[in-house]
């Protein structure tokens, strides 16, 4: 899962609608055992606050959370960065490193996007796991560690298991308990909650006078509304149509849903765009040109801020470098 400047509380999960309701009480027990969790859910579906509130309400509270995206890593420094480094170990070790291991010792370590790790990162993974030991690129001693692993993925890893991209043993001890999240479209009772909770917080992080308020055509369109991309798509719809729209009241109108391809607008199912027939005179839908009007309207509107206006379209700053690229938009 791509790293999200979420808004919301990291530490609680909004909502009252039965589901929530369960994840929280589901959560309380987990957070009371030292076991391995493995946290199911779909991309955007809040995983990595899920994790941070079984760390937070159990034994180990007062010690370190540290969350590590598996993905985000470039393969060559991933045992560098799990487990450190002696100065002079190889070019460039200039001192000793700590590894994320031994960070997170007394606490927990999340491993995110765990099914991203190359196979022999995972041998490596099992072995410190299974001795609760490791040992640093150039030491020749192990360091004892303390850690509880939670770990996550958007990603079906009995699947994986059988197409050989993920370890069959590393699975069991990972996954002593499985945990997965609800996608947003499955608490859709809870969307008026969670919308009040962001626009107050986009209101006190852009100094605003007064929090914005969703009318009654608005809150319907987010509830009919799919959401693909979950909790972390509402924030950026939300905060999108903060910046766009005049006035405090926000309408059906100011939300701009399907910023990307993959997503789709209220109450719909993705339509596949297929060429007219010859005595049709209606055009296929334009996806690519949808998708590069809207990339041009937020520079538009951030005066060509590359960094604010991959903000506002909901995408990563390497995202729009890339669809920037592809449209030879300068």
């Given at each position: 899962e791509e790293p999200s400047g979420d808004i919301t509380s990291k530490t609680s999960i909004t909502g009252q609608s039965p589901v929530v309701n369960?994840?929280?009480?589901?959560?309380?027990?987990?957070?009371?055992?030292?076991?391995?969790?493995?946290?199911?859910g779909e991309s955007g579906s809040g995983k990595e606050r899920v994790a941070r509130m079984i760390h937070e309400q159990g034994s180990r509270c007062n010690a370190s959370f540290i969350p590590v995206?598996?993905?985000?890593?470039?393969?060559?420094?991933?045992?560098?960065?799990?487990?450190?480094?002696?100065?002079?170990?190889?070019?460039?070790?200039?001192?000793?490193?700590?590894?994320?291991f031994q960070a997170a010792n007394g606490g927990t370590l999340?491993?995110?996007?765990?099914?991203?790790?190359?196979?022999?990162?995972?041998?490596?993974?099992?072995?410190?796991?299974q001795e609760k030991a490791v040992k640093p690129v150039g030491a020749q001693r192990e360091i004892p560690v303390d850690v509880r692993i939670l770990s996550a993925s958007h990603k079906n890893?009995?699947?994986?298991?059988?197409?050989?991209?993920?370890?069959?043993?590393?699975?069991?001890?990972?996954?002593?308990?499985?945990?997965?999240?609800?996608p947003l479209r499955e608490r859709s009772d809870d969307i008026p909650l969670l919308a009040k909770q962001i626009l107050e917080?986009?209101?006190?992080?852009?100094?605003?006078?007064?929090?914005?308020?969703?009318?009654?055509?608005?809150?319907?369109?987010?509830?009919?509304?799919?959401?693909?991309g979950n909790v972390r798509e509402l924030e950026n719809i939300l905060e999108r149509a903060l910046a766009l729209a005049e006035g405090d009241m926000l309408y059906e109108s100011d939300l701009r849903f399907g910023a990307s391809p993959q997503q789709q607008t209220p109450s719909t199912q993705p339509q596949i765009a297929t060429p007219a027939p010859a005595d049709n005179t209606v055009k296929p839908f334009d996806l690519v040109g949808q998708e590069k009007n809207s990339i041009m309207h937020a520079l538009e509107q951030t005066r060509w801020n590359k960094t604010a206006a991959a903000k506002l379209l909901g995408l990563s700053l390497r995202q729009l470098r890339y669809r920037l690229e592809k449209y030879q938009i300068e």
């Open positions: 369960a994840l929280s009480k589901k959560i309380a027990k987990l957070a009371r055992s030292q076991a391995p969790v493995f946290i199911h995206n598996c993905g985000a890593i470039p393969a060559e420094l991933m045992e560098s960065e799990f487990f450190g480094h002696i100065k002079g170990s190889f070019t460039g070790a200039n001192s000793d490193k700590e590894g994320l999340f491993l995110d996007e765990i099914a991203e790790l190359p196979l022999h990162m995972q041998v490596k993974l099992l072995r410190v796991i890893l009995a699947i994986l298991i059988k197409e050989g991209h993920f370890r069959e043993d590393l699975y069991y001890r990972i996954n002593v308990i499985e945990l997965t999240v609800p917080q986009l209101a006190h992080k852009t100094e605003r006078k007064s929090t914005p308020q969703l009318d009654s055509s608005a809150t319907n369109a987010l509830q009919q509304y799919s959401f693909p």
